[in-house]
């Protein structure tokens, strides 16, 4: 269970903050009319984040900095932790204060919340369907612009392992840039004098469709991952026989919930999987005044 004080590296305050800033704008625009209309200025509220569905809860500490930033005066109070299991009817939180300020919060905490708990529930599930191999979830860059940093945080907190972050921290060779490049060699090659005259410390990690490629990638070297892409798992077996511990193996493409077991089985390091982040079920909470 990761602790909500253990963040990853790409978390940082900064980056935080101009999430938050940036979202807040977006929503409250030259003010909220809503509350500044029907509530006066000064009136103080209570409200509690109740949880109305089971699953693994995500961005208890993203919505204390939202509270932090929309009204400093604000009392913030966490009950259970990010990455803990929930059930309904529990209290994640209570927040009180100018209820102006409660209000004016409460749909981001809510959209961060219910996305970031959704998916750390849905990587917690496929993580558990593991259990006995040596195999690690892996998200993948099918994430909602803007909102990778909560989704990718949301896969840490559920129990994954992030891929890379952007395109900037390491190197994928996928099908097109293969096939751009003229071949898995010609692509490898490239890359490793490309790295090698900017002085670059990146990882390389290859794309392969066929058994072939696989072979390819090996003859030429170099690599820290080869990814095994849509095969079958008879050929993920023979792949990572191929491979022999040379370097890391990931799998990915057309990997089910129903056929994921039957993937780690074959050996693989790593099974990537894109629904974590782009066909995953939002956990249902609601901030109710209390």
């Not at 909500?4 to 979202?23: C, E, G």
Request: hydrophobic share 35%.
């Amino acid at each position: 269970m990761k602790k909500s004080s253990d963040r990853p590296d790409y978390v940082t305050t900064s980056r935080l903050k101009s999430f938050i800033r940036s979202a807040i704008k977006e929503d409250v625009g030259d003010g909220d009319h809503t509350s500044l209309a029907s509530i006066p200025p000064n009136n103080l509220g209570k409200a509690d984040l109740i949880i109305k569905q089971e699953g693994i809860l995500g961005g208890i500490e993203a919505a204390r900095e939202v509270w932090q930033i929309v009204d400093s005066e604000l009392k913030f109070e966490e009950f259970i932790e990010d990455g803990v299991h929930v059930s309904s009817g529990d209290i994640a939180f209570s927040i009180s204060g100018k209820s102006h300020s409660i209000l004016k919060g409460e749909r981001l905490v809510l959209n961060i919340m219910q996305r970031m708990s959704g998916i750390a529930t849905k990587t917690r599930k496929i993580s558990e369907m593991l259990k006995g191999t040596s195999a690690r979830i892996l998200d993948t860059r099918k994430t909602t612009p803007g909102f990778r940093m909560m989704e990718k945080w949301a896969v840490y907190l559920g129990g994954g392992q992030n891929h890379r972050y952007g395109l900037y921290d390491q190197v994928l060779l996928k099908d097109n840039h293969i096939d751009m490049a003229g071949g898995v060699q010609n692509a490898l090659r490239k890359t490793k004098e490309y790295l090698r005259d900017l002085n670059l410390d990146l990882k390389i990690e290859i794309e392969t469709r066929t058994l072939d490629e696989v072979k390819q990638a090996l003859l030429e070297g170099g690599i820290d991952i080869i990814m095994l892409d849509n095969m079958i798992p008879s050929q993920m077996r023979e792949a990572v026989r191929m491979i022999g511990g040379k370097c890391l193996v990931e799998a990915s493409g057309g990997i089910t919930e129903t056929n994921i077991l039957e993937v780690a089985e074959t050996g693989v390091n790593y099974i990537s999987i894109g629904a974590l982040t782009h066909s995953y079920e939002s956990l249902d909470m609601s901030l109710k005044a209390s």
